[in-house]
Nanobody
Framework: QVQLAESGGGSVQAGGSLRLSCAAS????????MGWFRQAPGKEREFVAG????????NYADSVKGRFTISRDNNKNTVYLQMNSLKPEDTAVYYC????WGGGRSDERPYDYWGQGTQVTVSS
């Protein structure tokens, strides 16, 4: 069992930065690949970024490549999403999720555990 809690969301102007954190409970965090997803109002949830259990492999949606960076610290049971050059279209609720068997894949169906989400609002 893994419990996830996101933090770090907020309101920022376009071009600004935010860093999201996802703290995990449980001793098996380091065995899970992790992903960040987001859901904007009226839209389906979409993949943002993923990272393997070791942190050696990462995966990004085309819309955030070069602007967002996913990382993890297994000693702190935490995964991060550094978001730079934010755009209004990045406005969404951001969720972290844990996947026991994947390597940070973009398909949300295999992810076993989800956080409650944190709101990110980017104004123009």
């Amino acid at each position: 069992q893994v419990q996830l809690a996101e933090s770090g969301g907020g309101s920022v102007q376009a071009g600004g930065s935010l860093r999201l954190s996802c703290a995990a409970s449980g001793r098996t965090f380091s065995t899970y690949a992790m992903g960040w997803f987001r859901q904007a109002p009226g839209k389906e949830r979409e993949f943002v970024a993923g990272i393997s259990w070791s942190g050696s492999s990462t995966n990004y949606a085309d819309s955030v490549k070069g602007r967002f960076t996913i990382s993890r610290d297994n000693n702190k049971n935490t995964v991060y999403l550094q978001m730079n050059s934010l755009k209004p279209e990045d406005t969404a609720v951001y969720y972290c999720a844990a996947d026991l068997w994947g390597g940070g894949r973009s398909d949300e169906r295999p992810y076993d555990y989800w956080g409650q989400g944190t709101q990110v609002t980017v104004s123009s």
